[in-house]
């Protein structure tokens, strides 16, 4: 069993910059592959970066190349997404979940655990 919980959501203008951190309870942090998801208002959850488990492989999303970075710190059991030059159409929940190693990284229903999310809005 793995309990995640985001933080670091928040309002920002565009062009600004937020850092989201994933916290993970358990031993096993390690053992998961890790992504990050987010769901607009009205739309579906929609996969944004993944980094596999040893945080050698990473993947984005064609929408968020070269504005976010997916980072983990095994020993402190947490994984980061950076976003900058953010966009009004960044705006969503954005969620943190954890798969089983080699899942494709961008598929919703490969992962077992889920956060609560944590809600960044980008203002014009």
């Known amino acids: 069993q793995v309990q995640l919980v985001e933080s670091g959501g928040g309002l920002v203008q565009a062009g600004g910059s937020l850092r989201l951190s994933c916290a993970a309870s358990?031993?096993?942090?390690?053992?998961?592959?890790m992504g990050w998801f987010r769901q607009a208002p009205g739309k579906e959850r929609v996969f944004v970066a993944a980094?596999?488990?040893?945080?050698?492989?990473?993947y984005y999303a064609d929408s968020v190349k070269g504005r976010f970075t997916i980072s983990r710190d095994n020993a402190k059991n947490t994984v980061y997404l950076q976003t900058n030059s953010l966009k009004p159409e960044d705006t969503a929940v954005y969620y943190c979940?954890?798969?089983?190693?080699?899942?494709?990284?961008?598929?919703?229903?490969?992962?077992?655990?889920w956060g609560q999310g944590t809600q960044v809005t980008v203002s014009t």
């Open positions: 979940a954890a798969g089983y190693r080699g899942i494709p990284p961008e598929m919703v229903s490969g992962y077992r655990y």
């Open positions: 358990g031993r096993t942090f390690s053992s998961y592959d």
């Open positions: 980094i596999n488990w040893k945080g050698d492989r990473t």
